[in-house]
C-alpha cells in the first residue's frame, strides 16, 4: 500500500530586523526584471506549493496592508529574466494589543486578515489570544516578495512575518 508523506518545512522568521525595505511606497510598480531582486523581504520558494504565513505589525498602525508578490524565472535564449506575479494583497486589521518582543522589537499579532486580490486560504483569529495566518499558493515561483504598507499619523511602519512551507 502506498503512503503519502506530508512534508511541512520549519516555521522561520522573515527578517532579524524590523526595516523599511518591509514596508511598501504605496504604489505597485513591479516589471520583469533582468537582475534576481533582492532585500530583507525576499525569501526562497520551497519546493513545495504552499506556504503559511503568520503576519505581525511593529505598531498599532491603521491602513494597513500586506503584499505577496511571486518571482517566477523565465529563460529566453541567453537571457534571464525575473517575471513578478501578485500572489496576494489585503488588509490587516484587528490587531492584539499586547506585543511579544521579537529580536527586541515589539511585534502585534493580526487577528483579521481581508482578501483584497489573489489566492490565499485565510485562517482569522476566533478570540483576542490568536492570531491570523494565510496559505499562498506559490507554485512555479523562485523567489517570494513580503511587503507591508501601514499609515498611522502619516507614517510607514514595518512589519515582518513568520513563515514556513507545507
Request: aromatic share 10%; charged share 10%; proline share 4%.
Amino acid at each position: 500500500m502506498t503512503q503519502l508523506k506530508t512534508v511541512q518545512e520549519p516555521m522561520k522568521f522573515l527578517s532579524s530586523n524590523i526595516s523599511n525595505a518591509n514596508v511598501l511606497s504605496g504604489t505597485y510598480l513591479e516589471v520583469p526584471k533582468t537582475t534576481a531582486p533582492t532585500g530583507v523581504n525576499i525569501i526562497p520558494a520551497s519546493s513545495l506549493n504552499y506556504i503559511k504565513i503568520v503576519p505581525m505589525l511593529a505598531t498599532l498602525a491603521t491602513n494597513q496592508t500586506i503584499r505577496i508578490t511571486g518571482w517566477n524565472e523565465v529563460r529566453s535564449g541567453a537571457n534571464i529574466y525575473y517575471v513578478p506575479q501578485m500572489l496576494f494583497y489585503g488588509t490587516l486589521a484587528a490587531l492584539n494589543a499586547t506585543g511579544v518582543a521579537v529580536n527586541s522589537v515589539a511585534l502585534y499579532s493580526v487577528a483579521t486578515i481581508t482578501k483584497t486580490q489573489g489566492d490565499a486560504k485565510i485562517y482569522n483569529a476566533t478570540s483576542a489570544q490568536n492570531t491570523a495566518f494565510m496559505l499562498v499558493d506559490t507554485l512555479g515561483c523562485s523567489l517570494i516578495e513580503i511587503e507591508y504598507f501601514a499609515t498611522a499619523g502619516g507614517t510607514a511602519t514595518g512589519g515582518n512575518v513568520f513563515y514556513g512551507a507545507i
